[in-house]
């Protein structure tokens, strides 16, 4: 797939299953997120991946913030179900530190481009991903199950797999509509 055209066609693929990506193609998908623009080096990311038992174990982590939240017995039913949407999650943490010359927000945005690089990847790969974040992303009681300190933030849970159907390309956006020239 030239790239001219992965850029343009990009779009989510919300349903998904196996396989997933093999040890070979997840490498990909992790090394393209690497090189996104990194201000200062400082990696602001991690990547938490969540396959097999682990996705079982993500569910466990949901269903916990969602009981500690008090939410009613619906809501604790989709979060155990959410993780199996794709047979492979990748929970992007912004990893934030204080720096002189590059602002939280900038550090934030790595990880959203590292995100984006990762969803790039997997469908120059002939995959599916979607990237979701929600109210988990933002659970305190996920954080810390997950081991995150105060200062990192979840920017999306990466949903990778193969989809189960082929989507229609949704029409292109002009970029021009969006641009304001000075």
């Known amino acids: 797939m030239k790239a001219s055209e992965l850029l343009l066609t990009r779009q989510s693929s919300p349903r998904l299953t196996t396989p997933a990506p093999t040890t070979e193609q997840l490498d990909f998908i992790l090394n393209a997120a690497a090189r996104v ?5 400082l990696t602001p990311w991690e990547f938490i991946i969540a396959q097999d038992d682990g996705l079982t ?3 466990e982590i949901f269903v916990s913030a969602a009981k500690k939240s008090q939410a009613d017995e619906a809501l ?17 943490v912004a990893k934030t530190q204080t720096h002189s010359k590059v602002p939280i ?3 934030h945005i790595a990880a959203g481009c ?5 969803q790039q990847a997997v469908f120059s790969l002939g995959l599916g991903a979607v990237w979701r974040s929600g109210d988990f992303a933002f659970d305190r009681n996920v954080h810390q199950d997950l081991g995150l300190h105060d200062n990192d ?6 949903y990778i797999g193969t989809p189960t159907v082929t989507a229609p390309i949704k029409s292109l956006k002009e970029g021009r509509q969006f641009a304001r020239f000075l």
């Open 57 to 59: 174990r993500l569910a």
């Open 114 to 118: 590292a995100t984006m690089a990762m």
């Open 105 to 107: 927000i900038e550090q």
């Open 37 to 41: 623009p990194d201000h200062g080096g």
């Open 153 to 158: 933030q979840i920017v999306g849970f990466l």
């Open 76 to 92: 604790i039913e989709k979060a155990e179900k959410m993780p199996f949407r794709a047979p492979l999650v990748i929970t992007v």
